[in-house]
Nanobody, 124 residues
Framework: QGQLVESGGGLVQAGDSLRLSCVASGRSFSAYTMGWFRQAPAKEREFVGA????????FYADSVKGRFTMSRDNAKNTVYLQMSSLKPEDTAVYYCAAGGRFQFTLRTADFRSWGQGTQVTVSS
């Protein structure tokens, strides 16, 4: 089956930076598009960004473009989300997910494997 485990969340102040990690275990996700999503209280899950299996394509939501950077290390089965210039509206549970195999996808329905999430709280 495989498992995705996020880490790196925490409580920070506005303007701070934070790096989230997502480690895959049990199977390799190196051939899959990996995505980051977030969900704030009482809000629907929001797409944050996606990175192709070879890292040649990366797409960000407008809300985080220029502030967040995705990367991956397939040798370590790990995907990262570097978040800078954090804002209170970035407060949410952040999830990583595995999507299309050897296919770059932005469709939430294509992301079938999900982690349990890590909380990011940004205070003003």
């Amino acid at each position: 089956q495989g498992q995705l485990v996020e880490s790196g969340g925490g409580l920070v102040q506005a303007g701070d930076s934070l790096r989230l990690s997502c480690v895959a275990s049990g199977r390799s996700f190196s051939a899959y598009t990996m995505g980051w999503f977030r969900q704030a209280p009482a809000k629907e899950r929001e797409f944050v960004g996606a990175i192709s299996w070879s890292s040649d394509r990366i797409f960000y939501a407008d809300s985080v473009k220029g502030r967040f950077t995705m990367s991956r290390d397939n040798a370590k089965n790990t995907v990262y989300l570097q978040m800078s210039s954090l804002k209170p509206e970035d407060t949410a549970v952040y999830y990583c997910a595995a999507g299309g195999r050897f296919q770059f996808t932005l469709r939430t329905a294509d992301f079938r494997s999900w982690g349990q999430g890590t909380q990011v709280t940004v205070s003003s």
